[in-house]
């Protein structure tokens, strides 16, 4: 099974609205990274979370993650349409030998 | 980062037939991954290729399905063999470049078997 899930499953907000994506992961970790997919195409890396940070942020973009709790969340502020897409987190778990393990995935619907 | 070409970006196969996959980086790599990705789901590792030995295949996936190709720090292809309805999915080859800084992936094939 998937190392990570993801909730929601689909989030659908207006324009402007922040999203709030969570994901929970089950072994220890080196680092979780979220990616975007759009339409089903290739993925684009967002941001990269290390074990040992607890917050981080690029441009309306915010990361946190709690490993006592294994669960990390995404912050979208301020939504536009073209951030309509599929999010996934995916861990690279301690011992994995840089395989990366992804979550179910959050599908995001801005409405203009 | 890197940048990946990978083909074809789609196509239709008939039943029983194979279709090669590949993937171009514009660095070198040490390891390349491939994933696939079946119908509003999320990605799952079929792969680890590293150049100059075999292939590390995850559970449920084997070689003679997936036989992997990696000739040298640039290049991979994956074939998908003996196809049938159920290997209609997306497949993506994707590389680490630098640790630490995430993974960049090709643009997908998206594969239709009929």
């Known amino acids: 099974s998937q190392q990570g899930e993801e909730d929601p499953q689909a989030l659908s907000i207006q324009e402007g609205e922040n999203a709030t994506m969570n994901c929970s992961y089950k072994?220890?970790?080196?680092?979780l990274q979220w990616y975007r997919q759009n339409s089903g195409r290739g993925l684009v890396h967002l941001i990269l979370?290390?074990?040992?940070?607890r917050e981080k942020h690029s441009g309306r973009l915010r990361v946190t993650l709690d490993t006592s709790k294994k669960s990390s969340s995404l912050l979208i502020t301020a939504s536009r349409a073209a951030d309509t897409a599929s999010y996934f987190c995916?861990?690279?778990?301690?011992?994995?030998?840089?395989?990366?393990?992804f979550g179910e995935g959050t599908q995001l619907t801005v409405n203009p | 980062s890197a940048v990946i070409s990978q083909k074809p970006s789609r196509d239709i196969c008939q039943r029983g037939t194979s279709l090669t996959i590949q993937c171009q980086v514009d660095?070198?790599?040490?390891?390349m991954f491939w994933y696939r990705q079946q119908p509003g789901q999320s990605l799952t590792l079929i792969a680890t290729?590293?150049?100059?030995?075999?292939?590390?295949?995850e559970s449920g996936f084997v070689i003679d399905k997936f036989p992997i190709s990696r000739p040298n720090l640039t290049f991979s292809t994956l074939t998908v063999s003996n196809m049938s309805p159920e290997d209609s999915s997306i497949y993506l080859c994707?590389?680490?470049?630098?640790?630490?800084?995430?993974?960049?992936f090709g643009s997908g094939t998206r594969l239709t078997v009929v």
């Open positions: 994707s590389v680490e470049v630098l640790s630490g800084y995430g993974y960049t």
């Open positions: 072994t220890s970790i080196n680092n």
């Open positions: 979370i290390r074990s040992n940070e």
């Open positions: 995916a861990t690279d778990a301690s011992g994995s030998g840089s395989r990366l393990t």
């Open positions: 660095s070198q790599v040490t390891m």
């Open positions: 290729a590293n150049q100059g030995s075999e292939a590390t295949y």
